[in-house]
């Protein structure tokens, strides 16, 4: 019995453990998201034609409230967005 309750401990901790370990991944519209999408990318016109390329392949994108044209990443969330489901959803990239 107390096995039991050992092995269950340490599954819950595992689990928590796991989940800790994706939470910024989900966590796509945090200030840090946005400061690392400026410093990698900092040429601001160039995202904004490569963001209106990618919302004008998805519309799906364009319309959101954390990806769109006017989500909560700005001219970014074409690229977070493609980072983060589109890739992984063989979607393209414009070039």
Not at 56 to 66: E, F, I
Request: with cysteine.
């Amino acid at each position: 019995m107390r096995r039991s309750y050992i092995i269950l401990i340490l599954l819950a901790i595992c689990i928590a453990l796991a989940f800790a370990s994706i939470k910024p991944i989900l966590n796509y519209t945090n200030s840090w998201v946005v400061d690392d999408l400026k410093a990698t990318y900092p040429d601001t016109l160039v995202e904004q034609r490569l963001a209106e390329q990618y919302w004008s392949m998805y519309p799906d994108v364009a319309a959101s409230s954390k990806f769109g044209v006017s989500g909560a990443l700005g001219v970014y969330g074409a690229r977070r967005h493609f980072q983060v489901f589109g890739q992984h959803e063989n979607r393209k990239w414009p070039q």
